[in-house]
């Protein structure tokens, strides 16, 4: 678990700076630092504008950044890759379309074949849990079970790398830990290397093998903490004092007045 | 029932289930207005024998249909009737057919939306009933000038809709297509134009009922058959009673196409449900 091996993620002295509508520049990334290793669980925390999704839709490949080097397994992020599942902070289906057309939506852009992905697709569905609702319209589904199938939609193209956006920021509190139990869950089966995007220090902890700490905007990597919990965890992982001396750390560096408060659980 | 009849007819999530429960609600909200045209219809009647007025000024309810079962069974409505049908329908298609493909060009391709939106919507302020008599002069008293007129009036509001619905596609989904690597044609066949259905289909609705008005307009400016042209010759001779039989046949034609239009839109954008509905332009 988390043991370095080799980096899939490397961001050198990244720096984004946006241009305003009246035409000032705000600086959102400065100077960011890291590395990713295969098939570890890193989650991003930090106050509300330092800049997590700016981070995110770089190493997507959907924003171009300003300055600085970022590589995925070696080769500089240009525009979006194939290497690179995305899971936002909504599940953005398509309600026209039904559960499993939207699980098979990157088959039909990256033109894959038909006949293996989606029987992949298939089996990602019934691994959310989702297997008797392939027919059911996004409107029919609550929110942790649409979120499920946007994590399934990510899945499908088999990338080594998932982006997670806040996913479960929407969700209320009991979904929200059942979703953090199916996540490891799915993590463990099918070691990905994700980077994962929230608000919940308890989560993150919960969930990572490190957790990089943001400093307010412009943001930059502020902290790194390893997270040394034992696999598999759970919900009993929560109340062991360990889990609560990271958490607690970590609150440490995030602090006050930044308006966190009530979602820093 | 009472929850479901409110709103007239209701769309559910489930279509099985949902449609008997949904027909017997509406049965059951339509009393009141049923029981409304009769009463309509009788004071008509008895005003106009009590006042005894002559047919030329308003004739009674009895008397017009009297006439709309001569005009139908002498067959003199039926072929003035599928001329005019013919212009609507045909002035429909033609008139959405331009109008998406604008619509298409203007809000996905940049230059020619600076090119000729200015003057698209310059055009649109303009009334397309004072340009009518034109028409008849470039395509003559036939059934094409009508059909050009009904187009021309059929064509604003789904251009409008067209434009407004593939602009106000979610940024999140176009956010999604982008970090597949799905292309322009892609976004715009998976995610813009399925998107913008629901705004293009409320356009479709005003255009079918404007597509009438054109028709009946466009027959008023000079036109050899047609509903329009035989209320004008109606008007003429002051056979009122017949005239209003025509405006039955009319108005059954619109309310008619207008359903069927409401009604494949309502299965093609299944997933909107009534209350999102957005009426825009017109």
Redesign the interface.
Known sequence: MGEPGRPIIQVEGLEKTYLTRTGERVKALSDVNFEIYDSEFVSVVGPSGCGKSTLL?IL???LPKSKGTVLLDGSPIE????N?G?V?Q?P?L???LNVFQNAC??I???KLDRALYEERSRALLAMVGLRDFSNK????LSGGMQQRVSIARALVPDPPVLLMDEPFGALDALTREYMNLELIRIWEESRKTILFITHSISEAVLLSDRVFILSPRPGSIREIVKVDLPRRRSLETISTSEFGQIAKFIRGFLGQGDGEGTAVL | MVFYSRTGLTVL?NKAGGFSVSRLAVHKDKIPSIIFLFVALISWEGLVRFLDLPPFLLPGPINVLRELYFGLAGGVFLVHTWVTFQEIIAGFVLGVGIGFILGVLISEIRIVEQTIYPYVVALQALPKMAIAPLFVIWFGFGITSKIVITALVALFPVLVNVIVGLQTV?A??L????????SKW?TFR??KL??A?PIIFAGLEIAIVLAVIGAIVGEFVGAEAGLGYLILLLNFKLQIATVFAVLIILSLIGVLLHYLVRLSGKKI???VGEEKRVVIGG
Do not use: H, T
């Not at chain 2, 956010?175 to 799905?182: F, I, Q, S, T």
């Open positions: 839709r997507l490949g959907i525009g979006p890759s194939n690179i995305v936002f909504e953005v398509f309600p026209w939506l990157p039909r852009v990256k319209y996004p409107f029919e | 999530c979610d999140k989904q956010d999604l297509m982008n970090a597949l690597n799905g892609q998976m995610c399925p998107s259905l954008v299944f997933w």
